[in-house]
C-alpha cells in the first residue's frame, strides 16, 4: 500500500516551514517503507505566477472556493483568512499525512476532517520521513510501537 506525505521544507533538507506560511510542499511517495520524493506543489496567491510546478490558486482554481460563501467572503472557505487556509488544504488532501515546522489548530482540526494525520516537528527531511514510515508501517501491520527487549 502507498501513500503520499507533504513536507514544507524551503530547501528539501531541513523542516523550517510552518503550514501557514509555506508557499510550496514537497510530496514524497511511501511504498513499502520506502520513501522518494515525487513532486512539489506550490500555493499561488492571487497575483503571483510560478510556472515550473504545480499550481493551485487562491480564487481561480478547481479545488478552492467550492463554499457557497464563495471568493471574497473571507468566511465559510472562500478567498483570503481562512479560505486560504482550506486552499492549502486541499492542496494536500490525497496526502496521508503532513509535516511542517508549526501548525496551527484549526489547520489541524480541517486536516482531520479529511482523515490526514499532522505532524509539527524541527528536524531533518531525512529523519521525519524515516520514523513517519516506520510509525505507519507498524500501525499498518498491527504492531506494536514499542521497543522490545
Excluded: W
Amino acid at each position: 500500500m502507498s501513500y503520499k506525505i507533504a513536507v514544507a521544507s524551503s530547501d528539501g533538507k531541513q523542516i523550517d516551514e510552518s503550514f501557514g506560511s509555506a508557499k510550496r510542499f514537497i510530496i514524497y511517495e511511501v511504498t513499502d517503507g520506502i520513501y522518494r520524493r515525487l513532486e512539489e506543489r506550490a500555493f499561488r496567491e492571487e497575483g503571483t505566477d510560478n510556472n515550473d510546478v504545480s499550481i493551485v490558486d487562491g480564487c481561480n482554481s478547481p479545488v478552492s472556493c467550492k463554499n457557497e460563501g464563495g471568493c471574497g467572503s473571507g468566511t465559510g472557505g472562500g478567498c483570503g483568512g481562512a479560505g486560504e487556509a482550506s486552499a492549502k488544504v486541499e492542496l494536500v488532501s490525497d496526502c496521508r499525512c503532513i509535516v511542517c515546522k508549526k501548525i496551527g489548530f484549526h489547520i489541524q482540526k480541517q486536516l482531520e476532517r479529511k482523515a490526514i494525520s499532522a505532524f509539527d516537528v524541527s528536524c531533518s527531511v531525512e529523519e521525519a520521513l524515516k520514523k513517519i514510515a516506520y510509525y505507519f508501517t507498524r500501525m499498518d501491520n498491527h504492531q506494536s510501537l514499542r521497543v522490545q527487549k
